[in-house]
């Protein structure tokens, strides 16, 4: 099945779903329930389509949630400390999929501010095997090139580290800035 229908279809389940609690488990078991087969070799590309597709719908959702503010009464100096400016949408238990901003090397080399962590481990990942950096003797460990190494900070390092060096590369991100990295997103 192309990945446009897979988008299609995990956009309505999205639609009707809390964005919050949805994991891409849930929605690939809802399209194999209705489809009556196993999707397990479409993971990669179920997976792919609902981040894009969530993050369409949470920037919608911050659209209309600044539009029906805009619409409200305005507010009255004393009014305001007893209201939150912004209400946010990160959810602590959900962090693994949520945009963080990126530090000055990471941004360089992937060429975004923004970025949610599988993403830029993919994009380092796949850096790494379409260059061929892996250790001919040990492919568990990867020589990083001058390039990577300004991310990494090593001269090798093993792919279980991968993940943890990149991290450090990475800052979560709140209220209206997490608001604007979420657009960020949504707009690639």
Do not use: W
Not at 21 to 41: F, H, P, R, T, Y
Not at 51 to 70: C, F, V
Not at 94 to 117: H, N, V
């Amino acid at each position: 099945m192309a990945a446009s229908g897979f988008s299609e279809r995990i956009y309505e389940l999205l639609q009707s779903s809390d964005l919050d609690a949805v994991s891409v488990d849930m929605i690939q078991k809802q399209l194999e329930d209705n489809d009556g087969i196993s999707l397990d070799q479409h993971k990669d590309e179920i997976e792919s389509a609902f981040n894009k597709e969530r993050q369409k719908l949470l920037a919608i959702r911050l659209e209309n949630g600044s539009k029906q503010q805009q619409s409200d009464e305005p507010e009255t100096a004393e009014s305001k400390p007893n209201k939150l400016p912004h209400k946010p949408i990160y959810n602590p238990s959900r962090c693994y999929d949520m945009p963080q901003k990126l530090s000055a090397e990471l941004e360089a080399f992937m060429g975004q501010k923004y970025a949610i962590s599988s993403d830029a481990i993919n994009y380092v990942l796949q850096y790494v095997n379409d260059n061929k950096m892996f250790n001919p003797d040990d492919s568990r460990y990867i020589i990083c090139d001058k390039v990577l190494k300004t991310v990494l900070k090593t001269d090798s390092i093993s792919l279980f580290n991968v993940d943890a060096a990149i991290a450090r590369n990475m800052t979560d991100v709140y209220g209206e800035e997490l608001d604007g990295a979420i657009r960020y997103l949504s707009m690639e």
